[in-house]
């Protein structure tokens, strides 16, 4: 439970806190944003989850008031106009038509689950305040098991039975380096594990003990992110590890963690948001007013240095194969990037080449249907993001954005039974608008199709964002730009070289070491 002021009900607080954020953004078609609202407050309230948006608002505002950044919003989590007016995301949902029942589906009883991004260097003092505010005992990190691989099975296993360590070498180099590689698989493909295993009786035995336990739990780690705050104590619930100076720690996972009921948040450090506001903070040396949450989302040196995929430092925009799609794209709008960002996919880079002809008038295309054209006219009739699948099926087939919502999970799970209802509700709301039998199937087996690997669209504008800002500040504030990126990787001489080089070639001189001068860090005299 959140500790409302004067013991109001959560809800209530909720819709206060909501309704006057509503009234200071003054959207320009106010009428909508209220009816968003409201919709989402209902729905929040009827699921029981108004505390949660209230526990994630007061720790979006810790960060806030301790000049801790926070992400713009990751996953679904940005289609919620409530999180956008609490400050927990950063991402206008009505403006990019980003949808709500991807996050919170009344007809799918998960937890909410809005995974908070802060610096790397942060994470610590965000993970004290929350021990501080809800209690030593009723918050824990949440353990993750590291289990036996097959070199580790046969290693322990020898181990425990008293072989030598050159016995140890032997078979751990018979065993291929291959990821995830299970002992029976490793048989099959290595003829020097296969001639050890037959050498003897016990070499046999040996491989078969290593086998019962390879997959078990071996050890107890802590998760990178995952939190859970209840609000009695939690070994009154779970079991739980005491340790010294730190907070308790789960001894369930994740998923056990969630399946009794509890409440698991995730607070990823992220090195980019350091970054961020390591340059944004150079900035304001020089000037005070500069705000990033204020730039033109338009800015034409910005979307020049994406065209130029100048984007060495860029968050997820710096790897070759990204570059190359951008240099093809040539990106005019943000909506291009965020598109760049849910394209450069395993599933959906085949799609790559059609996006780009068709973006520059080299391939022509028409919508299945002049009904869906205005959902796939921005990607150029290519279904690029799972939200495009859903409104399909709120417009065909006269889906509720719920049932909708439904149905992407359904085909992302490949639930063939749940899956066989759904198709046939689906034809018939179809036929029901007055699309023929085959039509009705083509536009099933269309979603069908593309639902299992489109992307997230409230997650690919977030970081979008977050992308767009960085190269906003390289673009236009370089000086301190560089001297950020090059403080960040200190000691790792390749990175180094890359940034000098650029500088170099952008006319950016680097000074040689100065006894008399040379600090531990890089910086600049705001000039060149």
């Not at 921005?378 to 509720?400: D, H, N, W």
Request: proline share 4%.
């Amino acid at each position: 439970k959140f500790p409302t002021p004067d013991h109001l009900p959560a809800s209530q607080y909720l819709r206060d806190l909501t309704q006057s954020a509503l009234e200071d953004l003054r959207p320009a078609d106010l009428a909508v944003y209220q009816q968003r609202l409201d919709y989402e407050l209902e729905v929040i309230d009827s699921m029981g989850f108004s505390d949660y948006f209230l526990i994630v608002w007061d720790i979006i505002v810790y960060c806030q008031s301790h000049a801790i950044r926070v992400g713009p919003g990751r996953g679904s989590a940005a289609g919620s106009l409530v999180s956008y007016l609490l400050g927990i995301t950063r991402v206008d949902p009505i403006q990019y038509n980003l949808l709500f029942e991807r996050f919170l589906n009344p007809e799918r009883y998960n937890m909410p689950d809005i995974d908070m991004d802060i610096p790397d260097n942060k994470r610590q003092q965000v993970l004290h305040y929350v021990v501080e505010r809800y209690g030593q005992e009723q918050v824990a990190q949440i353990a993750t098991l590291g289990t036996f691989g097959a070199r580790a099975a046969m290693r322990d296993t020898l181990r425990v039975l008293g072989a030598d360590s050159e016995t140890l070498r032997v078979w751990a180099r018979a065993i291929p380096k291959e990821l995830d590689i299970s002992l029976p698989q490793a048989y099959q493909k290595s003829a020097a594990l296969r001639q050890l295993v037959s050498q003897s009786e016990t070499n046999q035995q040996l491989f078969q003990v290593a086998q019962t336990i390879e997959g078990l739990p071996r050890h107890i780690s802590t998760h990178a992110a995952a939190v859970v705050i209840h609000d009695q104590a939690l070994y009154q619930v779970i079991p739980v590890v005491e340790r010294p100076n730190q907070p308790l720690m789960t001894q369930f996972t994740m998923y056990d963690v969630e399946k009794v009921g509890l409440l698991k948040m995730d607070f990823l450090g992220l090195r980019n948001l350091n970054l961020l506001d390591t340059i944004i903070k150079q900035v304001q040396k020089s000037q005070a007013d500069f705000d990033i949450e204020a730039i033109s989302m338009e800015d034409a040196q910005t979307l020049a240095l994406f065209r130029a995929a100048d984007t060495n430092g860029v968050f997820q925009f710096e790897s070759d194969g990204i570059k190359q799609v951008l240099r093809k794209l040539q990106p005019e709008r943000f909506e291009d990037i965020v598109a760049v960002n849910a394209l450069f996919r395993p599933g959906p880079m085949k799609q790559i080449d059609h996006y780009v002809a068709r973006r520059h008038g080299k391939e022509s295309y028409q919508a299945i249907h002049p009904i869906l054209e205005e959902i796939l006219a921005p990607t150029y009739g290519i279904i690029v993001y799972q939200e495009q699948v859903m409104l399909m099926a709120q417009i065909a087939a006269k889906f509720s954005l719920v049932k909708a919502d439904i149905l992407r999970k359904a085909i992302s799970k490949k639930n063939e039974e749940e899956l066989a209802g759904l198709r046939q509700e689906y034809v018939l709301g179809c036929k029901e608008n007055g699309y023929s039998d085959e039509m009705a199937s083509n536009l099933f087996d269309l979603a069908e199709k593309f639902a299992g690997y489109g992307f997230n669209k409230s997650h690919a504008v977030a970081y979008g964002l977050v992308a767009y800002q960085l190269a906003y500040l390289k673009a236009n504030y370089p000086l301190e730009f560089y001297t950020s990126i090059l403080n960040s990787v200190i000691g790792d001489s390749t990175k180094s070289a890359i940034y000098i080089t650029e500088c170099r070639r952008k006319h950016i001189s680097i000074e040689a070491p100065d006894v008399n001068r040379s600090t531990d860090i890089y910086y600049h005299n705001g000039k060149s």
